[in-house]
C-alpha cells in the first residue's frame, strides 16, 4: 500500500530549490503570492495540516492553537527564534516544535558588524548626502564618525551569533565583553579575549558599543528597559540584529531624541512592519540606522534554512527524532 503523503502547509514563498524538493517529498501547500497569512487563514491551515512551515510573520499563540485539528503534528519554523509560537501551549497539545538554528549565525552576525560600521561611520548618511545631490565637496571637518578600533563591545546573548559577532569585531580591533546567562569556557574566552559581566547592569555602563544577540523569550522582554538604558553612556551605540522586543523601544527612541545616547542600529523592531515616526524621523537626521529585519536574508542563507526544515520535517514524518527540536525548557 502507497503511505498517503503528510499535508503541509507553507505559510510563505520559499526559495523555488526549497519549495520544489518539498513537493517531491510531501503534499506540499504552498504560498507562492507570498501573502501574510491573517489569522483566520492560519487558523484554517492549523485545521487541516498535518505539518505547518511558519514563519515570524505568523502568531501561532494559544488562541490560534486551539484550531489545531487532530492530524497537526510538528510545526516546523522557518527560522531561528521561535518566539512567534506559544511553545508551551503547542507542547502541552502533543504537538512538535523545530526551529532551524546554526545557518544563520554568520549572515546575522554579518549584519550586526554592518550596523555597527554603518552607525559609527555615518555611512547611510554619507551615501544619502550623494544620491541627494547635497554634496558639494570634501571637507576636513565634514561627516566625522567615531573610530570603532579600541572601543569597548559588549554583547549581550553570548549564543552563536554573539560569538561569531565577538570573532569579527575582534578582528576590527574592538575589546569583547558579554553577558550571558551561563559563562563560556575558559578557552572561548580566551579565544576571544572576552571579559565576563555577571552583571548586565555593570556592564552597560561601561560599554562604547552595545549589541543584542539573545533571543525573544519572556526572560528577555524589555531586558533593555528604561532603568538599564539610562546606565549607557551618552556617547554610547546600541545595535539590535535579535528582537525588537528586547529593548523598550519607545524609551530608547526618547534617549536619541534627547541625545543621552549617541547612536541605534536597529534590524528588528518591537511591532514589526510597524516602525515608530520618531524613529523615522531619527533617521532622516542621522541618528539611527534602520533596516528592515534582514539579518539573515542572504539566498545562501535562505537555502540553509529551507534545507533544515526539509530535514526536520522528514526525520519526523519517517518516525525520528527530529534534529532541531525546541521545548520548552529550552527557552
Ligand atoms: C528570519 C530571524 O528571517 O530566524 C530568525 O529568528 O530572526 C530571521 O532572521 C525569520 O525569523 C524567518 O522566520
Redesign the pocket.
Not at 511558519?54 to 510573520?57: C, I, K, Q
Not at 519554523?77 to 527564534?81: I, K, L, Q
Given at each position: 500500500m502507497v503511505r498517503k503523503k503528510p499535508l503541509v502547509i507553507v505559510t510563505r514563498k520559499l526559495p523555488d530549490v526549497i519549495e520544489t524538493r518539498m513537493c517531491e517529498l510531501f503534499d506540499t501547500r504552498l504560498n507562492v503570492a507570498d501573502t501574510p497569512m491573517g489569522q483566520d487563514e492560519l487558523a484554517q491551515a492549523l485545521r487541516v495540516a498535518d505539518v505547518l512551515v511558519?514563519?515570524?510573520?505568523d502568531r501561532i499563540d494559544a488562541q490560534a492553537l486551539a484550531h489545531a485539528g487532530e492530524n497537526l503534528k510538528l510545526i516546523a519554523?522557518?527560522?531561528?527564534?521561535v518566539d512567534?509560537i506559544d511553545v508551551g501551549a503547542a507542547v502541552a497539545r502533543g504537538l512538535t516544535i523545530t526551529?532551524?538554528p546554526g545557518v544563520?549565525t554568520d549572515d546575522?552576525a554579518d549584519m550586526a558588524l554592518a550596523l555597527i560600521l554603518a552607525v559609527s561611520r555615518r555611512v547611510v548618511e554619507g551615501a544619502n548626502t550623494i544620491t541627494s545631490g547635497d554634496w558639494t565637496g570634501w571637507s576636513p571637518t565634514w561627516m566625522l564618525g567615531a573610530r570603532i578600533t579600541g572601543k569597548r563591545l559588549g554583547i549581550v546573548g553570548m549564543g552563536r551569533i554573539g560569538q561569531a559577532v565577538a570573532r569579527r569585531a575582534k578582528a576590527f580591533g574592538l575589546s569583547i565583553h558579554y553577558h550571558n546567562r551561563r559563562r563560556l569556557s575558559a578557552g572561548i574566552e580566551e579565544s576571544l579575549e572576552a571579559t565576563y559581566w555577571d552583571s548586565l547592569d555593570q556592564m552597560l555602563a561601561r560599554m562604547d558599543i552595545v549589541s543584542v544577540n539573545c533571543p525573544h523569550t519572556p526572560a528577555t522582554y524589555h531586558l533593555l528597559s528604561a532603568r538599564r538604558l539610562k546606565l549607557l553612556r551618552p556617547s554610547a551605540i546600541i545595535v539590535n540584529t535579535?528582537?525588537g522586543e528586547i529593548i523598550d523601544e519607545n524609551v530608547l527612541t526618547k534617549m536619541l531624541e534627547a541625545g543621552e545616547i549617541a547612536g541605534a542600529g536597529l534590524d528588528?523592531f518591537e511591532h514589526e512592519p510597524a516602525v515608530p515616526n520618531k524613529l523615522l524621523r531619527l533617521a532622516k537626521a542621522g541618528k539611527v540606522t534602520l533596516l528592515p529585519?534582514m539579518?539573515?536574508?542572504t539566498h545562501e542563507g535562505r537555502i540553509d534554512?529551507g534545507e533544515k526544515v526539509i530535514v526536520n520535517v522528514k526525520a519526523f514524518m519517517d518516525g525520528h527524532k527530529p534534529p532541531d527540536r525546541v521545548l520548552p525548557s529550552m527557552l
Open positions: 511558519p514563519t515570524v510573520t519554523n522557518f527560522g531561528n527564534g512567534n526551529n532551524t544563520l546575522t535579535a528582537r528588528v529585519h539579518g539573515s536574508a534554512m
